[in-house]
């Protein structure tokens, strides 16, 4: 699989920022919040795999790499424009945003790089996961706002294209071994905790701060979403588990017929620039 580095704009109607999502604000701040991690924690999975590229000697693995760098660049920079947009809606996105920045920076400053890569590895995977069910249930992202669907779906798109490229670079520097298997799935095990429990945290803070809803307004249709029959959450288990089995590799779960859509995609995205423009 070759990942491509694609240049696309979204514009996000600024006056749906807060309440997208056709099952309601308690969903859309959900995604929301997960848009929160996605500069921050893209610039750190740059990082740590630049950290090792000089040791790659196989020339796709190194194209590959280039294009997992350029995608995640482009994503950071549309969830960027996205989260600007909540910061206008009056959302505080900037001291949220800095409480994830502290945690990646105190990771570079003091963690060991292959346990840095093992954290890329282990959120690429649950990327990979959501993004398989973006892709398989439209509904994941049901969206008034055509510009933010195409924007997830895109994002989803890409993340399934680039899914490999750094548990390859993972697999280049550490031999298969017991050892590296418990850096690999710890490495899962400590980024969930740490990323669930900012994303729950999170999803409540900016239902707080939008304040146009009660608190536990629409919790029931949110619970549903995530953990009804064929929720969210409950679709996610078993391919989560999957990360556990000795030898895994992302492309077991072969989900590349879903990259036939992506350069129709990319058109529609450009059309909708160009008539922005
Ligand atoms: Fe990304
Ligand atoms: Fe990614």
Known sequence: MKPT?????????????CDWHRQGPQVTHFFNAMSIFFPVGERFFIHSVRHYRDRIRDPELQQAITAFIGQEAMHGREHEDYNALMAQAGLPIAPME????ALLEWGKRKLPAITQL???IALEHFTAIMADRVLRKDGTIDSRD???RLLWRWHALEET???????DVFRSVRDPSLKSYLTRTSGLVIA????LGFLHAYQR?????DGRIGRLQGMDR???FLFGKGGFVRDLVGPWLDYFRPGFHPWDHDNHDFLLEIDALAAQAQGAQLAAA
């Open 5 to 17: 580095r694609r240049d696309l704009k979204f514009k996000l109607d600024p006056n749906r920022i």
């Open 98 to 101: 800095r409480r994830v920045a």
């Open 118 to 120: 093992s954290a890329t």
């Open 146 to 148: 055509p510009q933010m």
């Open 161 to 167: 294209e680039h899914k490999g490229v750094a548990y």
């Open 192 to 195: 969930s905790i740490i990323f």
């Open 205 to 209: 803070e900016l239902v707080r701060a």
């Open 222 to 224: 949110y619970l549903r």
